[in-house]
């Protein structure tokens, strides 16, 4: 057996575990198990603190976006688009099943004004910029845009 196919069997091994989990829990892992991380940046402009997430082949009614008391929190199962039945990748490099992403607001951050939309395969949440203000948890409604 080669390299290439042990990763193969691998990566077809993890999908199947992940799938596994998510039929038998009826809901998916907690964060750091058997998650992934959605491709991330996070920017400021003259007043606004922008966090923009690569979440191509979702819905909006798949993603939940809250406000923790401390972090900006993304969390979400992205399903497998591929036509269903027994696979065999040659390449596997698009992330499906459960992900979580935290993103730590900075203090000067309104958590209060965040505002969320996706559009484009991406998701965009917006944060006014202004003084510390009252942390509150929250959550935040996704829009398509």
Request: with cysteine.
């Amino acid at each position: 057996m080669t390299r290439w196919s042990r990763r193969g069997d691998q990566e077809e091994i993890f999908e199947i575990l992940v799938t596994a989990y998510g039929q038998r829990t009826g809901g998916a892992p907690g964060e750091g198990e058997l998650c992934w991380r959605p491709a991330t940046d996070v920017y400021e402009t003259e007043d606004s603190f922008v966090v923009q997430m690569d979440l191509a082949g979702m819905e909006p009614a798949q993603i939940e976006v809250h406000y923790d008391g401390m972090n900006l929190v993304v969390e979400g199962v992205r399903e497998e688009s591929a036509e269903p039945g027994r696979k065999h990748f040659h390449t596997m490099e698009i992330n499906v099943g459960p992900f979580v992403r935290r993103v730590p607001l900075p203090p000067e951050v309104d958590p209060g004004s965040g505002t969320a939309r996706y559009r484009g395969g991406f998701l965009y949440v917006t944060f006014r910029r202004g003084g510390p203000q009252e942390a509150r948890r929250r959550q935040i409604a996704v829009d398509r845009a």
